[in-house]
């Protein structure tokens, strides 16, 4: 049975972000006080006692500067409300009502969902009690939570499934799969292709996406996960700490990833970012696909020249097989999950203590031995770690 969906909404700044974090008891969304910084629906399944439901985060209504990112990330909240089987209106206590907060209470009156009224930031019992003023929302009571403080948290989960459908975890493990790049490379756009949905923001404009956001879907049965990352550029033009936790979240996304998607732009050079970010994914060891994107664009372009030219710049990814994709048309996307799904089987395989050593010893006797004046190396003995 397909999990129940819980939207977390509410204006800019009132903790949504917060308490989704504190729900999940990690950090999975970038938290700022800055506002707009989430944008993309962060999702995340949270579990609690035999039940689990899917926890989503949405972009906070207004105060974005550009009106056609405004447009998009409302389409993104109305998309996840239209979706979610519960929502959580998430109120700022120390900030009162707004009358902002009443136009989305409005909204949110006709959408005819089951909801609960969150106020937040009620980190003391006598600010907690400022909490009665949201009755006028006619939402019916609000519960005082502080998401920084974790407070009310165990309260808001039995809240929340009280009015849910009662459906156990997933059995299987989804196939966990990292999408990196540099910016601009296309990695929105293919996820979006992957889930079948414009869940992922995508706009001409770099640095659109800026957490690290997982997505799921199915493909020939099998569980996934596409991890959307922020576009990466030099370190030394990373202006602020939104970018600096961009960065840090791609990073950890590659390292929590089964396998690994490393976009390139067949439109453009490999760049010293696209180098450093070969080399991180090197030194974790991850099943990774060298996937050239937009090679619909790339009209003379010829496979076997591009794949010399990724092995001249790219050296220490010689491993890696190459897919030449266009996440625009969706051309080639379906065999590259099908060799991602084969890459992260061959990561998982155990192999016996003796096999490891008759290959050992197999490369042993293939050896020529150091030439004259030389130690000859010596074996030993071969064991899985």
């Known amino acids: 049975m397909t999990l129940p969906i819980v939207a977390i909404v509410g204006r800019p700044n009132v903790g949504k972000s917060s308490l989704f974090n504190s729900l999940a008891r990690r950090r999975v969304a970038i938290v700022e006080p800055t506002s707009g910084v989430t944008r993309d629906r962060v999702s995340t399944i949270i579990t609690h006692g035999k039940w689990a439901f899917e926890l989503v985060d949405t972009g906070g209504y ?11 990330i409302t389409r993104q909240i109305e998309e996840a409300i239209t979706a979610a089987d519960l929502l959580i209106f998430v109120t700022d206590v120390r900030a009162g009502l707004l009358p902002l907060d009443a136009q989305i209470a409005e909204m949110l009156r006709h959408k005819k969902k089951p909801l609960i009224l969150a106020a937040n930031k009620a980190d003391t019992e006598k600010i ?5 003023e949201f009755f006028r929302l006619g939402l019916g009571e609000p519960l005082p939570v502080s998401a920084q403080e974790h407070l009310g948290r165990l309260e808001l989960l039995e809240a929340i499934l009280k009015k849910l459908p009662q459906v156990a975890p997933p059995e299987a493990q989804p196939l966990k799969l990292a999408i990196v790049g540099k910016r601009n490379v296309g990695k929105s756009t293919l996820v979006n292709r992957l889930i079948g949905e414009e869940r992922m923001l995508t706009s ?25 990352t922020a576009g ?11 970018e600096f936790y961009s960065i840090a979240r791609t990073h950890h996304s590659i390292r929590r990833a089964e396998a690994v998607l490393f976009l390139l732009d067949a439109t453009s050079v490999i760049s010293q970012v696209d180098k450093a970010l070969g080399k991180f994914i090197e030194s974790q060891f991850k099943p990774v696909i060298i996937t050239v994107n937009k090679w619909d664009l790339a009209k003379d372009a010829h496979p076997e020249e591009f794949e010399k030219y990724i092995a001249a710049h790219l050296p220490g990814l010689s491993f890696a097989p190459i897919s030449f994709i266009s996440a625009r048309t969706g051309k080639n996307i379906s065999a590259t999950l099908h060799l991602a799904q084969s890459l992260a089987q061959q990561a998982n395989s155990k192999i016996s203590t003796g096999k490891l050593n008759r290959i050992l ?17 010596e074996r030993y003995f071969m064991a899985r770690r």
């Open 62 to 72: 207004g105060l974005e500067k550009s009106a056609a990112l405004a447009k998009e």
């Open 204 to 228: 001409p404009y770099p640095g659109t996406t800026r957490d690290s956001v997982d997505c799921p879907f199915q493909y020939r049965g099998q569980g996934f996960i596409a991890i959307d």
């Open 128 to 132: 907690a009690q400022a909490a009665q």
């Open 361 to 377: 010893e197999e490369a042993y006797r293939g050896y020529a031995g150091p030439g004259p004046g030389k130690a000859r190396w």
């Open 232 to 242: 990466l550029r030099k370190k030394r033009k990373v202006r602020d700490s939104i």
